[in-house]
């Protein structure tokens, strides 16, 4: 069983900067990924990261490469993401995801199994 919690989520301002949190219990880290989506009322889940646990292989959504930046701490057994120049358009509800894999390389982005409560984000303008 996969538990996950995140935090770290608040306002800020357009251009500003923050960093959200996921802790993570799982009864192995071997053959793990988690990862980001975000989500808009009235809208679908989106992409947003995601970090391979052994080894810290990322993947970013187009849209926030670059200014975002995905990371995790084994011996804290959380991952990060840190958004930098931040948009209003990317108020959202940040949820922290994650699932186990047999290829990082062909795991698809829409194939996370265990999803957190999420976290509110949003950017004043």
């Known amino acids: 069983q996969v538990q996950l919690a995140e935090s770290g989520g608040g306002l800020v301002q357009a251009g500003g900067s923050l960093r959200i949190s996921c802790a993570a219990t799982a009864r192995t880290f071997s053959g793990f990924a988690m990862g980001w989506f975000r989500q808009v009322p009235g809208k679908e889940r989106e992409f947003v990261a995601a970090?391979?646990?052994?080894?810290?292989?990322?993947d970013y959504a187009d849209s926030v490469l670059g200014r975002f930046t995905i990371s995790r701490d084994n011996a804290e057994n959380t991952m990060y993401l840190q958004m930098n120049s931040l948009k209003p358009e990317e108020t959202a509800v940040y949820y922290c995801?994650?699932?186990?894999?047999?290829?990082?390389?062909?795991?698809?982005?829409?194939?996370?199994?265990?999803w957190g409560q999420g976290t509110q984000v949003t950017v004043a303008s």
């Open positions: 970090i391979r646990w052994s080894g810290g292989s990322t």
């Open positions: 995801v994650a699932t186990y894999y047999s290829s990082w390389r062909t795991l698809s982005r829409y194939s996370y199994d265990y």
